[in-house]
Nanobody, 122 residues
Framework: QLVESGGGLVQAGGFLRLSCEAS????????MGWFRQAPGKERELLTA????????AYADSVKGRFTISINNAKNTVYLQMNNLKPEDMGVYYC?????????????????WGQGTQVTVSS
C-alpha cells in the first residue's frame, strides 16, 4: 500500500513536500515514481528513482525545481517541490514499478497511492 501526504494550497513561487509511505511490502527492488494528473489531461511521470537511489529521472517541466529522494529506513519516498507554478496544479500520485530500470508510462507501474491534491494560486 502506498499512502501520499503533503499536498495542499500554495502560492506561486512557494514550495511543498510530498511524502509517500509504503507499507505492507518491501519495495527495495522497485522503481518509485511521482505522477501528476491535471484536469482533462493524462497522468504524466514527473520524476522517478530506483530504490537504491542510484538513478533518477525528471521531466523537463520540473527539472531544477523538483527533487525526488528516498528514506529507506522509513520506506518513504519524498518529492520536494520548489518554485511552484500554476501549471503544477493537479493530483499527485506515488507509484511503484517492479522493473529494475526507470520507465515512463503510467500503465507500466504496478502499485498506486490514492493521490494528493496540489493547488497553486497565481
Amino acid at each position: 500500500q502506498l499512502v501520499e501526504s503533503g499536498g495542499g494550497l500554495v502560492q506561486a513561487g512557494g514550495f511543498l513536500r510530498l511524502s509517500c509511505e509504503a507499507s505492507g511490502r518491501t519495495l527495495s527492488s522497485y522503481v518509485m515514481g511521482w505522477f501528476r494528473q491535471a484536469p482533462g489531461k493524462e497522468r504524466e511521470l514527473l520524476t522517478a528513482i530506483t530504490w537504491s537511489g542510484g538513478s533518477t529521472a525528471y521531466a523537463d517541466s520540473v527539472k531544477g525545481r523538483f527533487t525526488i529522494s528516498i528514506n529507506n529506513a522509513k520506506n518513504t519516498v519524498y518529492l520536494q517541490m520548489n518554485n511552484l507554478k500554476p501549471e503544477d496544479m493537479g493530483v499527485y500520485y506515488c507509484a511503484a514499478d517492479r522493473a529494475r530500470n526507470i520507465r515512463y508510462l503510467a500503465d507500466e507501474y504496478d502499485y498506486w497511492g490514492q493521490g494528493t491534491q496540489v493547488t497553486v494560486s497565481s
